[in-house]
């Protein structure tokens, strides 16, 4: 009888070692980024804008944009001597009246530069509100909107006083007279590209109108809740910068008593409108009109 030799085989159990359990993965610490290259929030101070609140509160990201169209003056053109006949008789009433072209000191050069250039604006839309990537879009349409709109005139017939739609401030302004068809085209041209950007459009019954002075309303301090502004800081501004209920009714007649007849002749006459104007943020786009 053979015997068989045994084979001795090793156990799997030497082969399982007991293994060592994974070290922690150590986190990395970013740097700290330079104070230089944080851009702080934009915070609302109205002391740094004559008292004017912001009543769309800022958003990252989003550009406040604007159509109008200007007529350029210059400071020996009848309508702004009239203009500023006008504002000085105001403001025998309404003392607190700021006219458009006032400058105040500031350490925006920038700023003040832009309020010597004389122009009158007349708005097209109401604010418009962009993200980054309706900017081009927004301003392609504006410009396609400018080359099929020939250039045309305008004038001024009467003297009126409106309030902006938040009613923290009151204008005076110049209500346009011939150019009315105009202008209403070109505010029914912006119509498509508002709704599908969802934004508002402009009023369906609208009055054009050139404003050359404004004042702050000192009824809107308990409608404030939106822009987040403390009724303590609110009241202090008004405070600095006085407010006023409205503009009287009986200001707008005399005005329009005393100035009309020269605001309708010919030493103020007609203005050309050539060019159609965007603003988005702080800056200026413009197209000429082609038509």
Known sequence: MKRTALVAYESSDDDEKPSKPPEPVKKRKLPVLSSSLVVPAPKDNPALHQGRIRTTPHVDGQWAAHIYVAVKLSRRSGLYTLIQKALERAKETVPTLRGTWDLRPSNDDQENESRKNLELHVSLSRPVFLRAHQREEFKQAIRLLAE????????????????????????????????????????????????????????????????????????????????????????????????????????????????????LSKTVGVFDVQTLNVNIGKEVFFWRLHG
């Open 148 to 263: 099929r709109t020939a250039p045309f005139k305008i004038s001024f017939s009467t003297f009126s006083s409106l309030e902006n739609d938040e009613k923290t401030r009151t204008f005076l302004a110049l209500d346009v007279g011939a150019g009315h068809h105009e202008l209403r085209t070109l505010v029914d041209g912006t119509t498509t590209t508002l709704r599908m950007l969802r934004q508002k459009e402009y009023y369906s019954d609208p009055k054009f109108h050139a404003s050359f002075a404004w004042a702050l309303l000192g009824k809107p301090l308990e409608t404030l809740e939106a822009t987040k502004t403390p009724t303590q800081e609110a009241n202090s501004v008004n405070l600095e910068f006085p407010t006023i209920p409205h503009i009287p009714e009986k200001l707008v007649a005399n005005l329009n008593e005393e100035f009309t007849a020269e605001l």
